[in-house]
């Protein structure tokens, strides 16, 4: 299809690990991207992986990308309160960003 | 400091009006970028523009108009011909295609009254 796919909600206790999903449509996209929205606020990138890459982390970020798949993950560890917002998937094309509808996540004490 | 700048945060439209939403960035990106935002939506593209005097349209171009007669600022114009235009709008800039990393504004929330 043409659309990049997140499930809409994710809850988590406090200091568990997060894990949001998401697939893409476009196998030639060069970059994908995770982004954060808090409340009435912008979109704010939080990492991105290069298409030749299966793996990134960033202190307790970590993006899995299985192309053959179209399946992209992020992992939050030691999940905290503020990390409670919208996260939204993109895949980077050669023109323009696809955007998935963003993943809620709420954060439990 | 660099950034991406939109104005105002909130706006207010009677039906009937247009209205045009100020984006102006200072990061020398050539690419500039509107989205619309609904509630359990993804960012849907209505513009781009990928450098001076030039622009295309995006998935929902219609009811909408654009103009990018500077590097700097690339304002939207919601036009009355725009049914259903309460939303939160985001405005992004980029170095350039092939897309790479793209900075927001902080959203304009436009309401029809």
């Known amino acids: 299809g043409e659309d990049v796919e997140q499930s809409l909600f994710l809850s988590v206790r406090e200091g568990d690990s997060s894990v949001i999903n998401c697939t893409y449509t476009d196998s030639s996209s060069t970059y994908l991207y995770w982004y954060k929205q808090e409340p009435g606020a912008g979109l704010q990138l939080l990492t991105y992986?290069?298409?030749?890459?299966d793996m990134k982390q960033d202190q307790r970020l970590t993006v899995l990308l299985n192309k053959k798949d179209k399946h992209l993950s992020l992992r939050i560890a030691d999940t905290q309160t503020g990390d409670s917002a919208i996260y939204f998937c993109a895949e980077g094309r050669s023109d323009d960003m696809r955007f998935g509808a963003g993943t809620r996540l709420t954060v439990k004490p | 400091d660099g950034g991406i700048t939109q104005s105002p945060k909130y706006l207010f439209r009677k039906e009937g009006q247009n209205v045009t939403l100020s984006c102006e960035q200072n990061?020398?990106?050539?690419?500039m970028y509107w989205y619309r935002q609904d509630p359990g939506q993804g960012l849907r593209l209505i513009y781009y523009s990928q450098i001076v005097n030039d622009f295309q349209k995006g998935d929902i171009a219609e009811g909408y108009s654009v103009s990018r007669e500077k590097k700097e600022s690339f304002p939207l114009t919601v036009t009355s011909a725009q049914k259903n235009p309460t939303a939160f709008y985001l405005c992004a800039s980029s170095a350039g295609a092939p897309y790479t990393e793209a900075f927001f504004g902080q959203g304009t929330r436009l309401t029809v009254v």
């Open positions: 990061l020398n990106h050539d690419a």
């Open positions: 992986i290069f298409s030749n890459m």
